[in-house]
């Protein structure tokens, strides 16, 4: 079996590095995105040849702005007063579920602080069940904690950017599109860079007791995974409930009883509303995704840990699946500046092509990207255990199915989104 041509050294500096360039990417389009002021400008000439929004009859550019900035600080307030009310009770189910964890995992072996045979090597010994009880328990913690500072952080700029859009939407659908892409981008590289950078960190921390013991290590680690999918549920669960609730009480009371159109600002239940879609749809959304992300590596990790890579103490080969996650975050970064940099939207039908292109561009990158850490990150041959039984696998096998599964994705994006816009269209 050929040693791989990435060293233990190389991934030590690439993963966090790569991790730490999407956490500054993002503050970077966050800072952008802070640049349309939410006050005045004289030398503003108003709305431009194409404006989305019509101002008020009698109104100017001073009315339209400050209006716009009170109903984002509205929905701001309310977004963040729901969330820190949800996360109290969040925070009891947080601690009342790691108990549990502990309590089911410690008690397989009866709390036994005695090493016990690998599973799949046993003449060498793991560490004891009880240690895998607190790591996994540590583990959950941290994930549950990342997944609630994920969607926090999402709700946030979704919140800061929403009057920001609608003033530069006044402007031209261009302006309003890169912001509203900018904000986005924030949520999506502050997610994936911060699960990646929490996650290694873990990994690093949690080797230091575990040492070679892989097996024990990687069991104790998808804990990770389970916290970021438990606080998902509430979010989403949680938002969509409050928001369908208020738009009901918006409709009959304002339109039925008060004659107040619908989506008017001057109902409190619209607030309420708008509140509900930026902690489920957003909020929501980012600590979902952080969940998929975490539950999705955390797996990848436990697969690798039971091969070769784990029998020979390979760490390179161990973080292959971080390794894709780091690439992707430079592919993203690059195809994030197609949209907002490199070309310019102009009308709305440049919209839908651009959205495209981010995928056909992400894709394309991304394949080559993964060709390069399946080439330096991985042996050429290895072997992983499948119920028991060993079985040899090539690098590029291990390519193969990772373009397989992102080509797939990507079709099914595409033609969701065409079925959609068939149906508005109808």
């Known amino acids: ?10 991934t030590e500096i690439m993963i966090p590095v790569c991790a730490v360039i999407g956490i500054a990417f993002s503050l970077l389009q966050w800072i952008l995105v802070s640049f349309v002021k939410l006050s005045p400008d004289k030398s503003s000439k108003g709305s431009s040849k194409e404006p989305l929004i019509e101002e008020e009859e009698g109104g100017t550019d001073h009315s339209v702005i400050m209006k716009c900035a009170d109903i984002q600080n509205a929905i701001s307030q309310g977004a963040t007063s729901f969330l820190y009310t949800e996360y109290q009770y969040v925070g009891v189910f947080m601690v009342a579920f790691a108990i549990l964890i502990f309590l089911f995992l410690g008690s397989v072996e009866g709390f036994s602080t005695k090493s016990q045979p690998c599973s799949y090597d046993t003449s060498r010994m793991c560490k004891p069940a009880l240690a895998t009880a607190v790591f996994s328990t540590i583990s959950f913690l941290l994930g549950a904690v990342t997944s609630v500072v994920s969607g926090f952080l999402g709700m946030r700029i979704a919140t800061y950017a929403n009057a920001r ?6 402007k031209g659908v261009g302006k309003a599109f890169v912001v509203a892409f900018r904000s986005g981008a924030v ?15 873990a990994i690093n921390l949690f080797k230091v007791y575990y040492g070679d013991d892989w097996q024990g290590l990687f069991e104790s ?7 970021g999918s438990s606080m998902a549920l509430f979010g989403r669960v949680g938002g969509g409930i409050y928001t369908k609730a208020a738009d009901v009480g918006a409709d009959l009371v304002g339109k039925v009883e008060r004659n107040i159109p619908e989506d008017d600002p001057r109902n409190p239940a619209v607030i309420a509303d708008n509140v ?14 952080f969940g998929s992300y975490a539950e999705s590596s955390c797996a990848a990790l436990v697969v690798a840990s039971i091969s070769s890579f784990g029998m020979s103490h390979d760490f390179t080969a161990m973080c292959y699946p971080l390794l894709i996650s780091s690439m992707g975050i430079l592919v993203c970064l690059i195809t994030t500046l197609f949209a907002t940099d490199f070309f310019e939207i102009r009308n709305v039908k440049e919209i839908e092509p651009a959205l495209k292109n981010q995928l056909i561009i992400s894709t394309v990158l991304m394949t080559f990207g993964i060709a390069i850490i399946s080439w330096i990150a991985l042996p050429t041959t290895f072997t992983i255990f499948s119920f028991g039984q060993q079985k040899e696998v090539q690098n590029w096998q291990v390519f193969t199915a990772y373009i397989n ?7 099914q994006m595409i033609t969701h989104y065409n079925h959609e816009r068939q149906i508005i269209f109808l």
């Open 1 to 10: 079996m050929a040693r791989q041509i990435l060293s233990e050294m190389g």
């Open 165 to 170: 859009t609608t003033l530069e939407a006044r």
């Open 187 to 201: 949520m999506g590289f502050l997610l994936a860079a911060n699960g990646l950078l929490v996650l290694y960190a």
């Open 221 to 227: 680690i998808t804990g990770y995974g389970l916290g």
């Open 276 to 289: 509900g879609d930026n902690v489920g749809d957003i909020a929501g959304m980012g600590s979902d995704l």
């Open 405 to 411: 599964r992102i080509v797939s994705c990507r079709m």
